[in-house]
Structures are given as structure tokens and as C-alpha cells.
């Protein structure tokens, strides 16, 4: 959906050294720095749009067959193509919210994105003076237990795991098809490369889902 990524060659990180969530609480040029880099992205996470397959989800939600989707990206495409939020789990957060660190107010990244004036300074909280933050998760920063603990129960009671786009090497989200699989669910993934769990699959294909989609 042409939004640059962050692990391969030529992505953010490559670009970019992130800034951790330490940091981002105590250094105010950090947290500027921090602000800089997510307005330079912003156009292009307001303007992407869901792909085939985003849609492919979505479809398997109309029909009933989609109990859950866990999450790694960030990038809110999954909620553009009309996905639920309850039966969705963002285990790294989301880039169309943000939030305040101290009272936890969430509202709409463009509320705080499409007029940003760093010149002013670094967001803050309306209603309690907090540090506002995408609501992502940064480096150094723990993952939400409730987020975890949803991804684990959707994990055991799936019985059909579709593992898409992902190295499977991340924890904890890459023990959640092995799980999948331990309970009796039939275990498909779609990834460019080889994974660790590769031969716990029922089905492997190692091509862009857009391709396998192609196919099928």
C-alpha cells in the first residue's frame, strides 16, 4: 500500500535511528526529533489505502469466517478496509491514534497530525497537560498484557491459523501460530522467506500475498 517499512534495506530504520521510549519521556529534543520524523510520514499513512489483501480479511469477516486478526503493523490498513476494532488485536499499536502518556485520552491522529506546528512545540494533552504519543508501541516500551492475553485466547480457539508477511522469528508474536497449531488448528503461511516455523505448517508458500492471492 506503498508505505515505506522498517526493517528492510532502504526502510525507516535504515533511515532513521529510532528514538526509545525513554528517551522520548526524557529528552525534549528527542521527542521533538520523535514528532519531526512522524509528520514527515504522515501524508503517507493518511492517503494509504488497503490493499487485496486487506480485503481478503475483510472478506472472510462477511462471510463469517474470521474470528480475530492479530497484528504487528501499524499502519491502520486492516481498520481502513473496515475490520471491527473488537475482533482485531494491534500488538505494536496504531498510527491513526494517539494518546496521552498521563490521563491515557485517546483521539484521531489528524486531530493532532494535520495542523502539527512544531514551531509551537510538541503536542500536548488537552485535558491534563500530558505527553501526547502515537499510539504505538516504541522501543523499550512493553507490550499491552490485555493485547497479549486476546491474541493468546484468539490463538487457541481459531481452527484455521493464516500466518502472512512476517519472519516469525519477533516474540511473542511469532509463538501465536505454534499455538495455533498445538491445539489442533490447521497452520498456512505466506512469507518471502523461509521461518522457523516452516515445518510445523500444514501449508507453506513462500511468495507475496498479493501473488498467492492471484492463485487461489
Not at 503517507?44 to 469466517?65: C, Q, T, W
Not at 514551531?119 to 507490550?143: A, D, H, R, W
Not at 481452527?159 to 497452520?187: C, R, W
Amino acid at each position: 500500500s506503498d508505505i515505506p517499512d522498517y526493517r528492510s534495506k532502504g526502510g525507516i530504520w535504515d533511515k532513521f535511528k529510532p528514538v526509545y521510549f525513554d528517551e522520548f519521556l526524557s529528552d525534549e529534543k528527542k521527542r521533538f526529533l520523535y514528532w519531526q520524523r512522524k509528520q514527515e510520514l504522515w501524508e503517507s499513512i493518511r492517503s494509504a489505502v488497503p490493499n487485496k489483501g486487506h480485503m481478503f480479511f475483510k472478506g472472510l469477516y462477511d462471510e463469517r469466517k474470521l474470528i480475530g486478526l492479530v497484528t504487528q503493523n501499524i499502519d491502520g490498513l486492516h481498520e481502513k478496509s473496515g475490520l471491527p476494532k473488537d475482533i482485531m488485536v494491534n500488538l505494536h499499536g496504531t498510527n491513526l491514534e494517539v494518546i496521552c502518556l498521563t490521563c491515557g485520552f485517546i483521539l484521531p491522529s489528524e486531530e493532532v497530525l494535520d495542523d502539527l506546528d512544531l514551531e509551537q512545540g510538541v503536542p500536548l494533552c488537552q485535558k491534563c497537560g500530558g505527553l501526547l504519543k502515537p499510539n504505538t508501541i516504541s522501543f523499550g516500551q512493553s507490550l499491552r498484557e490485555e493485547d497479549l492475553d486476546k491474541a493468546r485466547t484468539l490463538s487457541l480457539s481459531c481452527d484455521l491459523m493464516i500466518a502472512v508477511g512476517s519472519t516469525l522469528v519477533v516474540q511473542p508474536a511469532a509463538s501465536f501460530p505454534l499455538i495455533a497449531k498445538k491445539n489442533g488448528a490447521l497452520l498456512v503461511i505466506i512469507s518471502l522467506s523461509e521461518t522457523p516455523l516452516d515445518n510445523d505448517a500444514d501449508y507453506v508458500f513462500h511468495q507475496k500475498m498479493g501473488d498467492f492471492l492471484n492463485r487461489i
